[in-house]
């Protein structure tokens, strides 16, 4: 008797978070829909099939109580549908507009790259995730959301936390119980700045995020419970995105010395090495669908509960949308048809956000240290399927 979705009940866990990219292929020529019996979900890797799926949400939504991320951070932006997510993401859509990035944002972070860059320049060479890359973003969301300095250390244990949660599809029951802890830390923290804000001023900063939410006009304003659970969200996708954006893009750069060459002498160049890096080695590997009306794609029927993961990183490598799209090359002409960031009414609110402290970054480490490399030699990952980075990497540069 003919096994149905043959490739995906083959699918090794292990393999995939090792090197997804086979696997997605077979699944797009054969299987482009395909049911995982280890993660009790569906992938679907065509780019047509995804871009379709993460707009329609008629029949496909992000939160149900089979949601991760519903599970770890409650209702936010990232787990609701139509009027409230529409509410939730216009508060705070001003503070990720372009400009208000450059005028409230890029002096905050290239100060940040900067005093990073001091504690290493004069070594030649370090541990770049933990010295830099995952450094960054955190001391970004701090000065965001006007958090202080030394909130850092709490804040990277509770994204270890989160991330393993967000990406607990087996639904570990000690991974959820630690999310979850985690996340009513966070909230407890928000909650203590939001009450010496309320305390301090009639009238709040709103250089700072925590700050423009509270200055919202009367209609627009959300309660404390929406703040904190949407900071949820906007702290780890701040985070996580752009942690393994520079570590991806110093990866996939320092594997083509020629194109690592010309971004490192012409930064006009780096936002492409960026695009490129986000469709070649994306950071967030899948979208996340919950079934709730029922509806068929290439003959396979979903059911409402079904669970629905759209596969990014797949749908990137589609050559069908891109030519060759094994090969990293940002010259490519359609660059802008990546969905890294996903598509539809759930596309990134932080994507402006992350390629702008992505680029700084690589523009001041490319400027200050000289010849800045991995050691491709000693570089662990990238590893995962639903996160994917190198788990360490040495960085190395010129040193007189």
Not at 128 to 153: K, Q
Not at 237 to 265: D, F, K, M, Q, W
Not at 376 to 392: A, D, I, K, T
Request: a negative charge.
């Amino acid at each position: 008797m003919k096994v149905r979705f043959p490739i995906g009940r083959s699918i090794d866990l292990a393999e995939l978070a090792r090197d997804p990219y086979p696997i997605y292929a077979e699944l797009r020529e054969s299987e482009p829909v395909s049911f995982v019996p280890q993660l009790n979900m569906y992938f679907v890797t065509r780019y047509e099939d995804v871009t379709t799926i993460l707009q329609d949400t008629d029949h496909f939504v992000v939160g149900t109580e089979r949601s991760t991320v519903f599970d770890t951070f409650g209702e936010h932006m990232m787990t609701v549908e139509g009027a409230p997510h529409d509410f939730y993401k216009r508060a705070h859509q001003p503070f990720f507009l372009p400009a208000t990035i450059r005028d409230k944002l890029e002096d905050q972070i290239r100060a940040h790259v900067d005093l990073l860059i001091d504690g290493i320049e004069a070594q030649g060479a370090v541990e770049f995730r933990a010295a830099f890359a995952s450094r960054l973003p955190i001391l970004t969301m701090l000065s965001m959301f006007g958090l202080a300095p030394e909130e850092e250390s709490r804040l990277r244990e509770w994204y270890d936390s989160f991330e393993k949660a967000l990406s607990n599809f087996t639904w570990d029951e000690g991974v959820r119980a630690a999310g979850r802890a985690s996340a009513a830390d966070f909230i407890a923290l928000i909650q203590h700045y939001l009450d010496l804000l309320r305390s301090s001023a009639e009238e709040y900063d709103d250089s700072t995020l925590l700050g423009a939410l509270l200055n919202a006009p009367a209609e627009d304003r959300l309660n404390n419970e929406q703040i904190c659970r949407n900071a949820l969200i906007i702290f780890f996708g701040g985070i996580s995105t752009v942690e393994a954006l520079l570590l991806n893009a110093l990866y996939a750069l320092s594997l083509h010395p020629e194109t690592l060459a010309r971004a490192r002498r012409d930064a006009v160049l780096i936002p492409r090495a960026l695009n490129e890096t986000v469709r070649w080695l994306g950071p967030v590997q899948s979208a996340t669908r919950h079934v709730v009306k029922e509806n068929e794609l290439h003959g396979v029927v979903f059911q409402k509960g079904d669970t629905v993961n759209c596969m990014l990183a797949a749908a990137n490598h589609d050559p069908a949308m891109f030519e060759d799209p094994g090969a990293f090359d940002m010259d490519r002409k359609n660059l802008q048809r990546q969905i890294g960031f996903a598509v539809g009414p759930h596309h990134c609110l932080g994507s402006r956000l992350a390629r702008v402290e992505a680029r700084i970054a690589l523009e001041r480490l490319f400027a200050r240290l000289p010849g800045l490399r991995l050691d491709l030699g000693r570089v662990e990952g990238p590893q995962g399927y639903e996160f994917r980075q190198p788990l360490s990497a040495m960085a190395v540069w010129d040193v007189d």
